[in-house]
């Protein structure tokens, strides 16, 4: 186990949590976990290191059998639990008005199309905003994953309590977003193109957290073999 010392010396956001726990497994799950969802949320932290600069997000994995203590995984969410949320009502806002917006443009369409000639030019449609968030979900295709991420700035959390949820995604032939979450690591730039808009979207440095659990054998659904990347 972990010294008592890295306990003692802990800063209050991640000290008080270990202290409420008396578990020494689940304490440590807990610590490390953190980690990795803190990483997450600090927007201007960053580091020049072999010739770039580069974020504190970092990658997790708890690996651990049934019934050692991964349960309080759960509870490092909660320590970004606010922003999450706070992002969730400002997008409900955006949709407001969005919407709003489109009902004028809709209007204001129709009577274009009465009029007959003249030098009226039409409407320009508003755009629909990003959908907000911080925790992305990890059952996601993977241009429905790569668009959250543009659309929050490049940034983001995927946490995931069960290992088996972001395997069974990146099996499938359109939820295979592995090599973005290798890029991502790297802050490589991920592109992709929107159909719907014919729009070719790049995020040049994206900076995403990861944060997983799983047994040994839901590991090797995600990563089967040592040459896999991830």
């Known amino acids: 186990h972990f010294d008592k010392a890295i306990f003692d010396n802990l800063p209050d956001v991640l000290g008080f949590g270990c202290q409420i726990l008396t578990d020494a497994a689940e304490r440590e799950v807990f610590l490390v976990s953190a980690l990795g969802v803190v990483s997450?949320?600090?927007?201007?932290?960053?580091?020049?290191?072999?010739?770039?600069y580069v974020c504190p997000n970092l990658f997790v994995y708890i690996l651990?059998?049934?019934?050692?203590?991964k349960g309080s995984l759960h509870f490092s969410r909660l320590l970004a639990l606010p922003i999450h949320r706070q992002k969730l009502d400002l997008n409900k806002d955006a949709k407001a008005v969005y919407?709003?917006?489109r009902?004028?443009?809709?209007?204001?369409?129709?009577?274009?199309?009465?009029q007959k000639g003249g030098?009226?030019?039409?409407?320009?449609?508003?755009?629909e905003p990003p959908a907000q968030m911080l925790?992305?979900?990890a059952n996601n295709s993977k241009t429905g994953i790569f668009e959250l991420l543009a659309g929050n700035g490049g940034k983001g959390i995927i946490f995931e309590t069960e290992g088996d949820t972001l395997?069974?995604?990146?099996k499938q032939d359109y939820g295979n977003f592995s090599d973005g979450l290798r890029k991502a690591f790297q802050h490589e730039p991920i592109s992709y193109y929107r159909r719907t808009g014919r729009?070719?979207?790049?995020?040049?440095?994206?900076?995403?957290?990861?944060?997983?659990?799983?047994?040994?054998?839901?590991?090797?659904?995600l990563i089967p073999t040592i040459e896999n990347g991830l």
Do not use: M, W
């Open 119 to 127: 030098t009226a030019t039409p409407p320009e449609p508003p755009a």
């Open 99 to 101: 919407e709003a917006e």
């Open 135 to 137: 925790f992305l979900p």
């Open 40 to 52: 997450g949320i600090l927007p201007n932290v960053r580091g020049f290191y072999d010739g770039k």
């Open 64 to 69: 651990s059998k049934y019934g050692t203590g």
């Open 167 to 170: 395997a069974d995604a990146v």
């Open 103 to 114: 009902l004028q443009y809709e209007q204001e369409l129709k009577q274009f199309r009465k």
């Open 199 to 221: 729009e070719h979207v790049e995020i040049e440095s994206p900076c995403l957290s990861l944060v997983l659990s799983s047994t040994y054998d839901q590991l090797l659904n």
